[in-house]
Each structure stands twice: as C-alpha cells, then as structure tokens.
Nanobody, 123 residues
C-alpha cells in the first residue's frame, strides 16, 4: 500500500505562483512514476504532469511552460511548481502513483491517490 498526502494549495491571484507537495509513505517511493491530476468543479479529472522514477517528465499542453514537476526520492516527495496561474487552473489537485503504464493520462490507470488539495486562482 502507498499513502499519499498533498499540501500547498490555497488562494492566489492570477499571475501568481504556488508549490504543491505530495509525500508518499508505504512502498519504495523511488520505484514508480508519479503524477498530478486536477479536477475543476463539474468537470472530469484531467492529467497535469507526470515524472518517472528516473526523472523523465511530461506535461499537459495547458500547463507546459508554466508548471514544473520534480521529485526528491530521499524525502519521498514530489512537487508541482505552478507559475503564471490563471482562473482556469482553479481545481482540486491530486497526487497519483503507480500507473499501469508509463505515460498514461487516464486516471483509472493509477493505483494510488491522495485526498487532494484545493487551488483557487482569483481573477
């Protein structure tokens, strides 16, 4: 089992920045890819970014150039640095782990999820 706990969400003005953190406990953290998803009110959960165990990354087009995902395998933590936030970034952000295949953007292919952290961007 893997337990994921997100933090760092909050209220920020458009154009501002936030850094989300996700701490993992349980299985060996460094052995599996991690990802961030988000879900806005009334919408489906959508992929944001992913990072492999070795540090390879890829991003959704909507956040490319603004968001940066990283991981610290010593601290069992992944991060999502979010810059130039806009109103469309408002959502609950979820950390996910252990996808069935690297590169998948389907939420149903991730085995573990955190409880989510709210990000609200005021315009």
């Amino acid at each position: 089992q893997v337990q994921l706990v997100e933090s760092g969400g909050g209220l920020v003005q458009a154009g501002g920045s936030l850094r989300l953190s996700c701490v993992a406990a349980g299985r060996t953290f460094g052995s599996f890819p991690m990802a961030w998803f988000r879900q806005a009110a009334g919408k489906e959960r959508e992929f944001v970014a992913a990072i492999s165990w070795s540090g390879d990354k890829y991003y959704a087009d909507s956040v490319k150039g603004r968001f940066t995902m990283s991981r610290d395998n010593v601290k069992n933590t992944v991060y999502l640095q979010m810059n130039y936030l806009n109103h469309e970034d408002t959502a609950v952000y979820y950390c996910a782990a252990a996808p069935k295949r690297w590169g998948t953007q389907r939420p149903d292919e991730y085995d573990y999820w955190g409880q989510g952290t709210q990000v609200t961007v005021s315009s």
